[in-house]
């Protein structure tokens, strides 16, 4: 909690104060609007222009157009709730903290960027280190409209009579309003030790562990947009990946960085981390726990090199009427030199067949010659009728086919004899469960092994290795011309009144003959071998070994923060501590940083969810809840849930108030509890994550992670508990920021009664 007095006025100061607030906001506004109508003006002027002139001129100003574009959308972004903060300091300077920076046009400050040094101390003073701050006052702001004023006084010589101590702040106020459906940014709260880790540097990898209603998944968002705004000159062409449990997370979560200023992370869950690969949750957790496990590597490396196959006999190719013969042997050597090469295997493969092809067209030639005694025509011509021969092409893929990283999953999950070979270390019984059928949907699970095996098979067209160094070559010429070009306009573009920097990369990238213009995020996401400069990941300890080998690759220089909370693993993949997770990827190079207070759960639900997982014997961390709430856990015994449910509703939704009201159970419930609660709420009912519009949403936990509801109803809360694992029942317990209500047809687990 802020740590520091907060005072109210006696009524004549209030109103002043207020007003003079009021004002000053109004002002921020009205600059805001000027930029916006600024851009808009020199948006259509760019339009009005393109079609005019080279081709190269109409890609300089494309590449403006992006850039007035871009700064619109921020602006846009940012309207609600601007600013939210002043620092009074000793110096006498008021100094007003927003969402963005606004100066005027002689660039006189009138807002700082909530992430610009200075203005941390409005996260980090304290009536113990003021840090040259007297006064904190909050601006509680509704739309664009100042509703009150709040303020922490560091420095007690600024309190006279008439002011008193008051009691709720802005922190518990934010915490208390109603969810929505959709995250909001605690830009305008957030605390001391969630502000260290937020600005903490960029290299390496940070572990930030927090339990449930921390703030983990904000802290993760802020930082986010706290490194691209600090380093944008590094991030910004390689971009900022953020990682979430699963697309109903990356939905609830799609507004906060843009209302922050930021537009420039690339979001995605682990299902849509392979290119062209839209997956689907896993839904045996036996087989997510196989597939999850680091000797899946391994699995995947044997079933690669088992496409590459030596004949067990001799066998007779026909070429143009002609007899030659592949052996055993010259497979095996070919093979064995285009393994040497290092290269992956389709690419390898080009070595593979041109040492066959000539060893064939030497045989063949050979034979042509001895029969045509004192003829010495050109004989040129029997290579390619060796390379179009059919029984020859056919001889060469059977050896060493080109592949591509779905059909080598497809058809080792869909042929047992090909899995049998490929997985020695496995029972027949776990072989049985990877068994499925070829054109299966793919899982979350399947998508770190499918990124293995591109990272070992390469592009399947293998000239695609020379195009793309052609490509490479074409953009750096035309990253020359476009520094040249830079230097001409750049007196046009101060005397344009361009805001911030365009770069000769990106200049480049419009001069480029395209039908599509893409973001740095599209052409991340559509590439594979993208490497991000920094990688954010939320509820990590999900994540399993397969998985983090998959998001390592997406990042070689291992800058990481990795966000999450070991009491909560609810995957049978996911990590039991920090050091089994991550030993096998960054050593001992990684720093733990613990969030210690609870901001969201009220203390009684917080405590009982502890005490249940401690009786299962899961050690978990307890923060410290900051409020208490005003209803402990109830707790209902009943013989049918459903219509229990029915009859503990209007109960629920009175208690919320309108606030979003969440039944969570397992995934077998979900379809009878939505009809039933359909019958009666209709048009009211959403079911998943992704229907959180409506105020009443039935859900799994799976789901649920990662999410807040004012109320939650768990049904059959034994059910949540599987394999010792207590995370899905204690994740389901900690969602509520207000009320949780248990209905339970037999035994509790142990610990929540109390």
């Given at each position: ?60 100003r494309d590449a403006f157009a992006t850039l007035y574009e871009d ?84 420095d007690p010589s600024m309190l006279t009579e008439g002011e008193s ?202 034979k042509v010659e001895s029969s045509s005694i004192g003829n010495n ?378």
């Open positions: 909690m802020l740590e520091a007095e907060s005072t109210h006025y006696n009524t004549e100061t209030s109103h002043e104060e207020l007003d003079h607030e009021r004002q000053y906001v109004a002002g921020l506004y009205a600059r805001l609007d000027e930029l916006r109508a600024e851009k808009v003006q020199q948006l259509a002027e760019v339009r009005r222009t393109t079609a005019m002139g080279s081709h190269q001129n109409r890609s300089e700064r619109l959308a921020q602006l846009n972004a940012v309207d609600d709730r601007l600013v939210f903060g002043r620092l009074d300091l000793d110096d006498g300077e008021q100094r007003y903290i927003g969402r963005i920076g606004l100066s005027t046009e002689d660039l006189r400050q009138l807002m700082v960027d909530w992430r610009a040094p200075e203005a941390g101390t409005f996260y980090q003073a304290t009536a113990f280190e003021r840090q040259g701050v007297r006064r904190r006052r909050h601006l509680i702001l509704q739309r664009r409209e100042v509703k009150a004023i709040e303020d922490d006084v560091l101590l008051q009691g709720e702040g802005a922190l518990l106020a934010a915490l208390n309003s109603k969810r929505t459906g959709k995250m909001s940014d605690i830009v305008g709260t957030i605390q001391a030790e969630q502000d260290r880790i937020i600005r903490s540097s960029l290299p390496g990898a940070m572990v930030v562990q927090g339990g449930p209603g921390t703030g983990k998944t904000a802290v993760a968002l802020h930082r986010a947009a706290y490194l691209l705004y600090t380093h944008r000159d590094r991030l910004r062409s390689a971009g900022v990946l953020l990682v979430g449990p699963s697309s109903s997370f990356m939905n609830y979560i799609e507004r906060v960085l843009p209302s922050l200023g930021e537009t420039g992370v690339v979001m995605a869950s682990l299902g849509r981390l392979m290119p062209g690969i839209n997956a689907v949750a896993d839904e045996d957790p036996q087989v997510a726990e196989i597939k999850g496990r680091s000797s899946m590597a391994k699995v995947i490396a044997r079933a690669v090199a088992n496409r590459q196959r030596i004949p067990a006999e001799d066998r007779v190719l026909d070429v143009d009427g002609q007899k030659v013969t592949i052996t055993p042997k010259q497979v095996r050597r070919a093979r064995d030199k285009a393994r040497a090469t290092g290269k992956p295997h389709n690419e390898a493969r080009l070595t593979f067949v041109k040492i066959l092809l000539r060893e064939l067209t030497d045989q063949l030639t050979e025509a050109d004989r040129s011509y029997l290579a390619e009728d060796v390379r179009s021969s059919r029984d020859v092409r056919v001889a060469l893929n059977l050896a060493w086919m080109p592949m591509s990283a779905e059909k080598l999953l497809t058809e080792l999950f869909a042929k047992p004899a090909l899995l049998e070979a490929a997985t020695p270390e496995l029972t027949e019984a776990e072989r049985d469960l990877l068994y499925r059928e070829a054109g299966s949907a793919w899982t979350e699970a399947d998508v770190p092994l499918l990124d293995e095996a591109a990272e070992l098979l390469g592009e399947v067209d293998a000239s695609g290795g020379r195009e793309a160094a052609s490509r490479e070559a074409e953009r750096r010429r035309d990253l020359a011309n476009a520094e040249r070009t830079l230097e001409n306009v750049q007196q046009s573009l101060e005397d344009s009144g361009v805001d911030g920097v365009l770069s000769a990369e990106d200049l480049a990238e419009h001069n480029q003959v395209q039908d599509e213009v893409f973001s740095t995020a599209e052409r991340a996401l559509s590439d594979r071998t993208w490497a991000f400069g920094h990688v954010v990941i939320d509820e990590a300890q999900e994540l399993s070994a397969m998985q983090w080998r998959l998001l390592v690759r997406r990042c070689p220089i291992k800058s990481f923060t990795i966000v999450g909370d070991i009491a909560q693993t609810s995957a049978a993949a996911g990590a039991s501590s920090w050091q089994q997770a991550l030993a096998p990827h960054f050593g001992d190079r990684w720093q733990l940083e613990e969030l210690t207070v609870n901001y969201r759960t009220p203390a009684q639900i917080a405590d009982a969810a502890v005490r249940m997982a401690n009786a299962a014997g899961q050690v978990v961390s307890a923060p410290k809840a900051v409020r208490e709430g005003r209803w402990a856990p109830v707790i209902d015994r009943v013989s049918d849930p459903v219509l229990a449910l029915r009859q503990a509703m209007p109960e629920e939704l009175a208690a919320v108030d309108g606030g979003l009201l969440a039944i969570i159970a397992a995934p077998h419930r979900l379809a009878e509890l939505t009809k039933a609660l359909r019958e009666d709420y209709p048009g009211r009912v959403g079911h998943g994550a992704g229907s959180l519009e409506q105020d009443i949403v039935v859900i799994d936990p799976h789901d649920a992670k990662g999410l807040e509801f004012d109320g939650v109803v768990i049904i059959e809360p034994a059910e949540l508990l599987s394999a010792g694992r207590v995370g899905d029942l204690y994740v389901s317990m900690t969602r509520p920021t207000q009320r949780l209500r248990l209905i339970s047809t037999g035994e509790l687990p142990v610990g929540i009664e109390v």
